[in-house]
């Protein structure tokens, strides 16, 4: 009788593991996050395993190595907090929680009040009918972080086959434990990705990217609404000076300073973003003339008053452009053109505010001066590549380089790419502009490798969006192949992620044709776009460029810093290379490189250069690492791994 009733209890203990555990993974797959996980698998193991308590403790890494109670069930009555427990090897730390999370196996206490090792919580364990516990430790990423303690009122109340099922139970929280970690982890980088793609890191405001959408939605309320829009531009004065004297963290502090006063001056009818630079965008919805001309005075009498940074008073003025929906114009961009009109006409006449006119004609003479001069340019040769090296970041040997296009008009003077690029989009100019530029490289590197010249990786080429919206580009990229003989394993041909979201799937067609003749694909700017990380295995994608607005930040930005350790690890995962952007000092280039990145360019390395400088400076050196540069120079040793980095072709 006595054999048969063990067998019995045995089976029941058997059976009610087993319902914990199939309880207990029920749980796992509903589970969002990770403190309503411990707390049910802690009721589930008193209220289906019929145990006396339940919890779970995460070790400390502080002096005393403590165990925090994270969650609980069952007959408590203070133990947890009176128990005082500890990891390290200790009084405190001889408990079947401690010796678990310590030595990273299970512990098994079968009669706790007769454990001359326990005798610390003897009483505390009488009190509350504690006889015997098992202890099971919590393994997450390959490291203890703590244990699952459960106890019994009875001793020996834990058999072997019982405690093989509670370690499947374990095991199985630890998993759904990494899994919750590592879903959070991959949520709150794409939530930080996509700030970063529409809302400004400086000041929080929405960006550019994100004001185009704004604008449309509000000017398609005013419209519905039958009511008048206003649009700010506001353009402040002397942040490039402050910049330059004390640094850019002084005016850094001042844009933020404006931007919450903007933020306070406006109601919920208005809504502040920033367009860049020391650039702010107000959209005033339900206005009126009055209303506009009362927040102007009041946004240029708040930014007039002196802003006290490190003990230094800084003053700055302001220029406000504005113009009405629907009286100036009825659509996003023409609005913001005539804002921008009215802004520098003020600007021109010392600063203030200025409503939009008809009669500002004259404005856009510049623009129609630099339409008229762009579309001579070609013809006239006053277009230029300059060249950006992009180096291995471990020993400064160049592996590529980036192909940049400049301006310098015999009566202009040079112009800006800032300037003219969106010019010749307007135009539909950048097909043509876009296969001289292609050309002359091919051009430059036949011409270099005429003389003999290595320059130990790929040229990248920019293409623009309208380019690959012109239904010949793929016929004058072929064009160009057969009119130089070059290789397109000499070309990276390099595009925006916002190139990938116009008509992905026309793009898909065009980028494996490309991929076809033997190109390879960068995506430019990685990160600060419109798409998605599911765009990376759906493009035949080579190269990701790191945007250099991480870059900047990285070394004071933890968040910034994640974000180029997640690029990098999904790059590595993919298979694909990887460019930082942006590199200005040798903190930066170590940082990057301790984070696995191989390629870098910017001014640390080398400025652009014109063909012919580039050629005898760069295309001839060893390594274009400065000289006070940490990093190793180039050795026999390197040149694996340079290339590597460059890839199979080499200009």
Request: with cysteine; hydrophobic share 40%; aromatic share 8%.
């Amino acid at each position: 009788m006595q054999t048969s009733h063990n067998l019995e209890e045995k089976l029941n203990r058997a059976n009610r593991a087993l319902q914990l555990l199939s309880a207990s993974n029920r749980a796992l797959l509903r589970a969002r996050d990770e403190s309503s996980l411990l707390h049910d698998i802690c009721r589930i193991a008193t209220e289906i395993g019929g145990y006396s308590l339940s919890w779970i403790g995460y070790k400390k890494l502080d002096a005393a190595q403590s165990i925090r109670p994270v969650a609980y069930s069952g007959h408590d009555e203070g133990f947890l907090s009176a128990a005082n427990m500890s990891w390290a090897d200790c009084n405190r730390g001889r408990s079947a929680m401690s010796t678990a999370i310590r030595a990273g196996i299970t512990q098994l206490r079968p009669d706790i009040l007769n454990d001359p090792q326990l005798s610390y919580w003897h009483e505390d364990a009488g009190r509350r009918n504690y006889r015997s516990a098992v202890a099971l430790p919590l393994q997450v990423d390959g490291d203890t972080i703590g244990a699952i303690a459960i106890y019994a009122p009875e001793p020996n109340a834990f058999n072997d086959e019982e405690v093989k099922l509670l370690e499947e139970l374990a095991s199985d929280l630890s998993f759904g434990i990494e899994t919750i970690r590592l879903r959070t982890a991959h949520e709150h980088a794409n939530a930080r990705i996509h700030r970063l793609a529409f809302f400004d890191t400086l000041t929080g405001l929405p960006n550019r990217n994100h004001l185009a959408g704004l604008l449309a939605d509000s000017i398609a309320a005013a419209k519905q609404n039958n009511n008048q829009l206003a649009l700010f531009l506001l353009d402040l004065d002397y942040i490039r000076e402050i910049n330059e004297t004390y640094g850019h963290e002084t005016g850094d502090w001042i844009l933020v300073q404006v931007a919450q006063k903007l933020c306070g001056l406006v109601d919920d009818s208005a809504l502040v973003a920033r367009f860049g630079g020391d650039d702010f965008i107000i959209i005033y919805e339900q206005s009126t003339v009055h209303k506009v001309r009362n927040l102007a005075k009041h946004i240029l009498a708040a930014i007039k008053q002196p802003f006290l940074f490190d003990a230094r008073s800084f003053s700055i003025s302001g220029s406000i452009g504005i113009a009405f929906y629907p009286d100036d114009a009825d659509t996003p961009t023409d609005l913001l053109s005539r804002a921008d009109l009215a802004m520098s006409k003020v600007k021109g006449a010392g600063g203030g505010y200025c409503l939009y006119k008809r009669d500002m004609s004259h404005l856009l003479t510049r623009k129609l001066e630099l339409v008229q001069r762009l579309e001579c340019a070609l013809a006239e040769g006053n277009l230029h590549l300059y060249y950006q090296p992009k180096v291995e970041l471990y020993a400064g040997m160049m592996v590529g380089a980036e192909a940049l296009l400049r301006w310098q008009d015999p009566v202009l003077g040079w112009v800006s790419p800032a300037e003219f690029i969106p010019v010749a989009e307007g135009r539909g100019l950048m097909p043509q502009i876009g296969e001289w530029v292609l050309k002359t490289a091919c051009q430059h590197i036949k011409s270099w490798k005429s003389k003999g010249l290595n320059c130990r990786g790929k040229i990248a080429v920019n293409v623009s969006a309208q380019q690959f919206g012109d239904p010949y580009f793929l016929e004058r990229v072929a064009r160009v192949l057969e009119e130089t003989g070059v290789l397109p394993s000499n070309i990276e041909l390099e595009l925006t992620e916002s190139c990938l979201m116009d008509d992905p799937e026309r793009m898909s067609e065009i980028m494996k044709s490309l991929r076809g003749m033997g190109f390879s694909i960068a995506i430019d700017d990685f990160g600060t776009g419109y798409s998605s990380l599911a765009y990376l295995k759906r493009f035949p994608i080579d190269t990701l460029k790191i945007d250099q607005t991480f870059v900047k930040n990285m070394l004071d930005d933890n968040n910034d810093k994640a974000i180029i350790s997640t690029i990098l690890a999904i790059a590595k995962q993919m298979g694909l290379m990887t460019v930082a952007e942006g590199v200005e000092t040798e903190e930066q280039r170590c940082a990057l490189q301790k984070l696995g990145c191989v390629l870098a360019q910017g001014y640390y390395f080398c400025r652009p250069e014109p063909m012919d400088d580039f050629t005898e400076k760069r295309l001839k050196a060893v390594c274009l690492l400065p000289k006070n540069s940490n990093a190793k120079q180039p050795a026999m040793t390197s040149a694996g791994r340079v290339k590597e980095a460059a890839g199979s072709s080499a200009v």
